[in-house]
T-cell receptor, first 117, second 111 residues
C-alpha cells in the first residue's frame, strides 16, 4: 500500500514553455499532498503544500504564479511550471500524506526530472 | 530558521557491522521524525518514523529519538551492500505540515 505515482517521469522542454506534472495516490486518499524540488547534490526543499479543494500554501521564496498547483481530488494534484527557464531544471518530487500511527506519514512519488533548454 | 543537520559523510561501514546515522534538529516544537533512504537519481523511500522518545525497532533498523537533546539516530544492523545509499533525516516542525530535510548522509557498505 501507499503507492504514489508521478507523470511524466522526465521531460525536456524549451525555455518559455509550460510543463504540467501530475501526482496521484493510487491506493489511498490523500487530503494533503506536497511538492518538493531537489537540485543536484542538494536535499529536498519543500515548495508548497496542497490541500484538496483549497489554495496551495507556498513556502517563502517560491513564486505562486510561476508554480501553479491544483488539487482537484483526493488522489490527484498537479504542478504546472509556467514559462520555464533553465534555472527551473530540477528533480520535482511529490508526496502524499497518509495517517500512520499518530502521525501523517508522507510517501513519495518517483519524481519528475525537468530539463529546460 | 528551522534546520535539520546531518553529517554528509561518506560513512564507510564493513558488511555485517552496525551503521549509525545521526541527525539534530533546531525546532523544539517538532513532533514527528522520519528516516528516508534515497538511491542516486531516485526519490526517497520511507524507512521509519518515530514520534516518542526512546527506541523503535523494525527489522534491522532501529530509530532513536531524544527530544531533550533534539537528536534522532538510525541504526542499521547486519549492514548489507544494498544498504549503500543516502539517508535523509526529516522532521515536521511545529505548526507545519511539510517535511524539513537534512542534506543526507552518504552511507557506503563495504563488502
Amino acid at each position: 500500500g501507499a503507492v504514489v505515482s508521478q507523470h511524466p517521469s522526465w521531460v525536456i522542454c524549451k525555455s518559455g514553455t509550460s510543463v504540467k506534472i501530475e501526482c496521484r495516490s493510487l491506493d489511498f486518499q490523500a487530503t494533503t499532498m506536497f511538492w518538493y524540488r531537489q537540485f543536484p547534490k542538494q536535499s529536498l526543499m519543500l515548495m508548497a503544500t496542497s490541500n484538496e479543494g483549497s489554495k496551495a500554501t507556498y513556502e517563502q521564496g517560491v513564486e505562486k504564479d510561476k508554480f501553479l498547483i491544483n488539487h482537484a481530488s483526493l488522489t490527484l494534484s498537479t504542478l504546472t511550471v509556467t514559462s520555464a527557464h533553465p534555472e527551473d531544471s530540477s528533480f520535482y518530487i511529490c508526496s502524499a500524506a497518509r495517517l500512520a500511527g499518530n502521525t501523517d506519514t508522507q510517501y513519495f512519488g518517483p519524481g519528475t526530472r525537468l530539463t529546460v533548454l | 530558521q528551522k534546520e535539520v543537520e546531518q553529517n554528509s559523510g561518506p560513512l564507510s561501514v564493513p558488511e555485517g557491522a552496525i551503521a549509525s546515522l545521526n541527525c539534530t534538529y533546531s525546532d523544539r516544537g517538532s513532533q514527528s521524525f522520519f528516516w528516508y533512504r534515497q538511491y542516486s537519481g531516485k526519490s526517497p523511500e520511507l524507512i521509519m518514523f518515530i514520534y516518542s522518545n526512546g527506541d523503535k525497532e523494525d527489522g534491522r533498523f532501529t530509530a532513536q529519538l531524544n527530544k531533550a537533546s533534539q537528536y534522532v539516530s538510525l541504526l542499521i544492523r547486519d549492514s548489507q551492500p544494498s544498504d549503500s545509499a543516502t539517508y535523509l533525516c526529516a522532521v515536521i516542525p511545529g505548526g507545519a505540515d511539510g517535511l524539513t530535510f537534512g542534506k543526507g548522509t552518504h552511507l557506503i557498505i563495504q563488502p
